[in-house]
T-cell receptor
């Protein structure tokens, strides 16, 4: 167990809908990363938050948004869902990106858009 | 921004042989290089990492080397076992615009160790 909790584990929804994925980082970790992993694909960096503020953005679609709350948990919102959004979504947390420390991954949320 | 290239995409070896996976990165300011192992349907897990002030690091059958001048780093697995079969990802982290850092991954190498 990495200490990073993601909910839900599985999500099936229809095209056009909106979903929210939740991530609770390890105790003490201030930084949260979100990644998308499609079938047989690598880990595509979406966005990073540090202590409530957005720190870096990757290839995140405009239909996607995220935030990190004062208690440090983070949510990834996906709207106007398309079939191609079906993927595993991982979040990872680390103490402080500047400290060059390990990022721990959650178990992921498997999103299926039908 | 940072770009990480990883080769090969697939690698098949016989049990007991060595396996080598290579990565190159683009941002010379990157200073942290972890390797993750992901088994089917599971989360990526860190197996070894190296920081920019070190050229080589070993942990039992796993070693990583870093060449900062050439901007490449490699994972070496010796005496491979069937349980080493998985997808391996390299990553690089360094400063981005505004002082923030992001962890960028290579596309992964699917390693198969044949008994």
């Amino acid at each position: 167990d990495s200490g990073v909790t993601q909910t839900p584990k599985h999500l099936i929804t229809a095209t056009g809908q909106r979903v929210t994925l939740r991530c609770s980082p390890r105790s003490g970790d201030l930084s949260v990363y979100w990644y998308q992993q499609s079938l047989d694909q690598g880990l595509q960096f979406l966005i990073q938050y540090y202590n409530g503020e957005e720190r870096a953005k990757g290839n995140i679609l405009e239909r996607f948004s995220a935030q990190q709350f004062p208690d440090l948990h983070s949510e990834l919102n996906l709207s106007s869902l398309e079939l191609g959004d079906s993927a595993l979504y991982f979040c990872a947390s680390s103490v402080d990106p500047g400290a060059r420390t390990e990022a721990f991954f959650g178990q992921g949320t498997r999103l299926t858009v039908v | 921004g940072e770009n990480v290239e990883q080769h090969p995409s697939t690698l098949s070896v016989q049990e007991g042989d060595s396996a080598v996976i290579k990565c190159t990165y683009s941002d010379s300011a990157s200073n942290y290089f972890p390797w993750y192992k992901q088994e089917l349907g599971k989360r990526p897990q860190l197996i070894i990492d190296i920081r920019s002030n070190v050229g080589e690091k070993k942990d039992q059958r796993i070693a990583v080397t870093l060449n900062k001048t050439a901007k490449h780093f490699s994972l070496h697995i010796t005496e491979t076992q069937p349980e080493d079969s998985a997808v391996y990802f390299c990553a690089a982290r360094g400063p981005t615009q505004g002082g923030s850092e992001k962890l960028v991954f290579g596309k992964g190498t699917k390693l198969t160790v044949n008994p």
